[in-house]
């Protein structure tokens, strides 16, 4: 089943989308405030989010764009439910980051139309990540480098698969701390420093001079293969 967060103020229009949602299929969490919209995603992790710009306490825009600078939310479509109808309002909602922009008032029959369309152009992700010799399978959970099975904790499988399926993004601790072990935590940021230094000493060659992970001074840890793994095993 896919999960819809409707972020809308009017209580009839919410109710109007929650029954047509649900009867279609999905299942559907909300808000008719702004106010903890970007806490919710992070706990709910819909697969899509209908958002209002105009709500009575925030900006659904800021709300946009607090989605698309998270690193574990920013892929998920967004799709502006409005009564901005200008030219320009539709051009800054689609760059700042929304997949759709549909305005008031709206046929609910085509909304849902356009919200299985973006379920439709997702590209689901794969089983399997590879490079550098390394070969992560998020099925089985089981992780191999050049074909040799490797022990880790379900902690590091986590944070090794975080960094690989997004190559060359440097991340903050507090980025990873937020992807990988969420925001209910009892752990300080240097908790990232060891687990780091525990992948390097299992997937890396050399973990003094690291080939995969690095460190960039001042801003985080990227995943970064400087070359072909095989040719460094």
Known sequence: ???????EDDSDLFALLQYNLE???FGLTGLQTGKGAIELCRQVRPDLILLDIMLPDSDG???CKGIRKDPDLAAIPIIFLTARA???????????GANDYVVKPFSVRELI?????QFRNQVKPSRVLEAA?????RTSCQVHVNGVPLALTATEFRLLEFLMSRPGVVFSREQLLNAVWGQDRAITDRAVDVYVLRLRQKVERDPANPLLIHSIRGFGYTFEPSRD?????
């Not at 320009?88 to 689609?94: M, P």
């Not at 793994?229 to 095993?233: S, T, V």
């Open 61 to 63: 825009l800021d709300i």
């Open 229 to 233: 793994r095989a040719a460094i095993a």
């Open 113 to 117: 139309a356009r919200i299985k369309l």
């Open 86 to 96: 200008a030219e320009t309002d539709r051009i800054v909602g689609l760059e700042i």
């Open 23 to 25: 009867k279609e299929g």
């Open 1 to 7: 089943m896919k999960k819809i967060l409707l972020i």
């Open 133 to 137: 010799g390394i070969a992560l399978d």
